[in-house]
């Protein structure tokens, strides 16, 4: 057991004792199989240690579907490119806050000792605190942060920062920008973290199955707390079964193939014209369930007269659409059809929403769906998150754990901003933006404290980030590994990896399966510490350290958190062992599932009485057309969905220039920036760069062919990719997939070539529209070309050496 942990109190017999007698309840408890149980995003494992250093995996007994990520976890703790000790940027400490910030990047390095580290940062918070307010610190570091409830980096930071006087948070996020805030105005939640209609009833009943823009055999290996994995088990049963399953993506994806699924390939960015050419066709040839639109929605007239062009003079016609999106006529006719004959779900993805007007596409689906009749019916509708964490794995019944609080903010904390629009903010204090009916004013950011995110990883227009990343006197960040985003640092805090701390976490997002201890598997490496216990000693450095910590340490903590849940399962009917004594075991939990969990349909309870369980909308029902978004005139995001043209496309004049749609990807060999420094990239890199996919016709053009070094470049910037030439891949498209690490040939040049192939040098920044000021990180258009000369040498995963200490 780590230092500091609870004394135990029963003997193996006991445990033996309570375990015989909570098994023929639930089988709560399974046991391990060897090695010390821990857990992480791609799943929960037994990490095996010899002398203090871990040498292997397995993964638990129960995981139906264990991913081959857990095999990288002795690489994550003993990585080449670990942070070894507190360090600082040599101009900053010699000249202070705001010196020579455009050395960012680029400067050396002074080693300092902890206690150094710690009276620099919780100076730098006071100063501010009381020289400029909490507006001035951007605190709300966003990102995958590691698992765990007590070691939630962004948790741990606002509590802090909310007890030394608040700080300037985000809204939104950049998986789901645009998509949670229409979603609120036409169905009254979020919708895309909401649980799905569960996978034995669609596996059960539905008929048909259409994958919108998303890739969920790969997706799916990872979740935001522990993965459950059921997902994966649901389309493999789909597949058993021989249910139909339609694809609609540029790109014919694993899942397409592992499925067997018809592919149709639009566009690039044209799936609003594409939903609407179906919706058409519904409505013209007398498809749409009259009756249901007229019972659960509002708005269904005036959608129908904007498909019949009656208020803009433009037929949204099958022709209309094929135009824009690329697919025969007679084929989206034929989709159309097909979609009411027989019980078909939906599943839409999220990347068609990370774009220019990305409110778009979610609305249409929606609205499709409730054409075809189908919303509440077993089997049938659309669903969000199906490619996400396990959507639509039942829901077991037991007690959820809590994680640590990030406090209450002071009164005087400013208001968030939208997350995607963190570089806007930074480069123009004082400039003032539209968002969801509101309007928000950036502050003058003075300090940005980052802890769990890699902001050069998942923010779009890599260039015009730096720019906008020289503005603040002080940036903080805790990292294990020598990051973009720590290279880019004043001050970088090595932090363990959640395989050096002792921690709690649920497994399964949705079902609330498990109960996972993550056991602390070796020593802090180097002289990293956990995110509690640096945020403990700034806490005790700037006089909070008792509200911080509330006299509790890591087991403690736990240990709370665990009995909050012991309560919950106990009043469940689900008895549960003392904490002692489960921590003890090495064992993990795994609640039952109720029968009719394994049933449950979205939306049903509404489609069987609208006014006793009426929508979170202001109507109460579907909002097809929404007045209150219409209240707000935003020439981008009307009241109505449809189809605007979005900022770079086929159709645009730059595609002259710059003639290929990008399309990004989830990569299956990491999970975004994660594990890009590990052996897994033997597997996917190509000339040792992020790959490239291109079509044959296009890269015949260009004189490519697969494994060459090619460059891919437009005005925003140039990186260096290798090429992928394949079929599988629509014509004018190529894909290239997000997290590689940002490495600048010449970090004093701007717009100098990533070496790695860092996507987001190709994006831009601007918000989806003013309605959700989502980030548009899946568009883009672009040139490519044969890479020639002597090629640079890949850098982005060496570590920074100090040139001094202090």
């Known amino acids: 057991m780590a230092a500091g942990s609870l004394d135990l109190l029963f003997s193996k017999s006991v445990l033996a004792q309570a375990i015989s007698q909570a098994m023929p309840l639930f089988k709560a408890l399974r046991p391990a199989q060897e090695g010390i149980l821990t857990a992480a995003h791609w799943g929960a494992f037994e990490a095996l240690v010899e002398s203090d250093r871990m040498v292997g995996v397995r993964p638990v007994q129960d995981d139906p579907a264990p991913n081959e990520l857990i095999d990288m976890a002795p690489y994550q703790v003993h990585a080449h490119n670990r942070i070894t000790s507190p360090m600082i940027r040599k101009s900053w400490l010699e000249q202070g806050p705001d010196s020579r910030n455009d050395l960012r990047g680029r400067d050396e390095w002074v080693q300092v000792s902890w206690d150094k580290a710690i009276r620099l940062v919780g100076d730098q918070i006071r100063h501010l605190q009381q020289t400029a307010g909490p507006s001035s610190i951007y605190a709300g570091s966003y990102g995958w942060k590691s698992t765990g409830m007590l070691h939630n980096s ?29 979603m609120s105005h036409v169905v009254g939640s979020m919708e895309v973290y909401e649980q799905q209609t569960s996978w034995p009833n669609v596996i ?3 008929e048909l199955v259409i994958l919108w823009g998303c890739n969920p055999l790969t ?21 058993a079964k021989g249910t139909r399953v339609i694809c609609i993506d540029p790109i014919r994806s694993p899942s397409a193939r592992k499925l067997k699924a018809e592919w149709l390939a639009p566009a690039a960015y044209t799936d609003a014209a594409m939903i609407l050419g179906l919706a058409h066709t519904l409505l013209t040839e007398k498809l749409h369930d009259e009756a249901f639109l007229q019972r659960y929605t509002v708005g269904f007239d005036k959608f129908r007269a904007y498909l019949l062009g009656e208020s803009d003079g433009t037929v949204k016609s099958a022709e209309w659409a094929s135009a824009i999106c690329g697919i ?15 019980r078909t779900m939906i599943m839409a993805g999220w990347g068609i929403q990370r774009q220019h007007h990305g409110e778009q596409p979610h609305w249409l689906l929606v609205t499709l769906a409730a054409m075809t009749g ?66 928000v004013t950036y502050p003058d950011v003075k300090m940005v404290y980052v802890a769990g995110g890699n902001p050069f990883h998942h923010h779009q227009d890599t260039n015009n980030l730096l720019k906008a990343w020289r503005r603040p006197e002080t940036i903080v960040v805790h ?13 970088v805090l090595p932090c363990t990896t959640s395989y050096e701390r002792n921690d709690l976490d649920m497994g399964g997002d949705y079902s609330q399966l498990y109960v996972f201890p993550m056991h602390q598997c070796v020593p802090p490496q180097h002289q990293s510490r956990s995110d509690f216990a640096i945020f403990s000693a700034l806490a005790a450095h700037l006089g909070v350290e008792q509200a911080f910590t509330e006299g509790r340490d890591e087991m403690l903590w736990l240990k709370a958190m665990y009995d909050n849940m012991k309560v919950q399962a106990r009043n469940a009917g689900i008895p549960l062992p003392p904490f002692d004594m489960f921590w003890q ?19 049903a309870d509404y489609r069987a009485d609208p006014l006793l369980n009426p929508l979170g909308t202001p109507s109460g029902k579907i909002e097809i057309f929404s007045q209150t978004v219409a209240s707000m005139k935003y020439p981008d995001c009307a009241g109505l969905p449809g189809w605007q043209p979005p900022k770079e496309w086929h159709g645009s004049p730059l595609a002259r220039k710059y003639p290929l749609s990008l399309n990004t990807a989830h990569s299956g060999h990491r999970l975004h920036s994660q594990l890009d420094n590990t052996p897994l990239r033997r597997k996917y890199a190509v000339a040792d760069r992020e790959a490239i996919l291109i079509n044959p016709q296009d890269a015949a053009i260009r004189g490519i062919k697969s494994g060459d070094l090619v460059r891919a470049f437009n005005d925003r910037g140039q990186i260096l990719v290798g090429a992928d030439v394949t079929e599988d891949i629509r014509p004018g498209v190529v894909r290239i997939s997000e997290g590689a690490w940002y490495d600048p040939q010449d970090p004093s040049i701007p717009g100098t070539l990533c070496k790695n192939g860092n996507v987001n040098c190709l994006t831009f920044d601007i918000g989806s529209s003013r309605l959700a000021q989502g980030n548009c990180g899946h568009m883009a258009l672009l040139e490519i070309e044969k890479f020639t000369g002597e090629a640079p040498a890949n850098t982005a995963h060496l570590a920074q050496q100090p040139a001094a200490r202090a």
């Open 154 to 182: 962004r948790a741990l930071l606002s509590r802090l920062m909310n007890l030394a006087g608040g700080f300037l948070s985000y809204s939104g996020d950049y998986s789901t920008g645009a998509a949670q805030v229409i």
């Open 204 to 206: 059960e009943h539905s």
């Open 219 to 239: 997706t799916l290996k990872n979740s935001w707390n522990v993965p459950d994995h059921v997902g994966l088990a649901g389309f493999e049963a789909l597949a």
């Open 328 to 342: 025969d006529a007679e084929r989206l006719r034929e989709l159309a059809r097909t979609l009411v004959r027989q």
């Open 374 to 439: 189908q919303i509440g019916l077993p089997g049938g509708g659309f669903g969000f998150s199906y490619h996400y964490s396990s959507g639509g794995s039942p829901t077991a019944r037991g007690g959820i754990l809590s994680g640590i609080s990030a406090g209450a903010a002071p009164a005087n904390s400013p208001a968030p901003i939208p997350v995607a629009r963190i570089a806007d903010c930074l480069a123009n204090p004082g400039k003032t933006i539209d968002f969801n009916g509101k309007q």
């Open 479 to 491: 990292e294990p590994y020598w990051t973009a985003t720590a290279r880019h640092a004043d001050i």
């Open 585 to 603: 075991s090495g064992n993990y939990i795994r609640f039952p599932i109720p029968e009719e969990n394994r049933q449950w349909v979205r939306f």
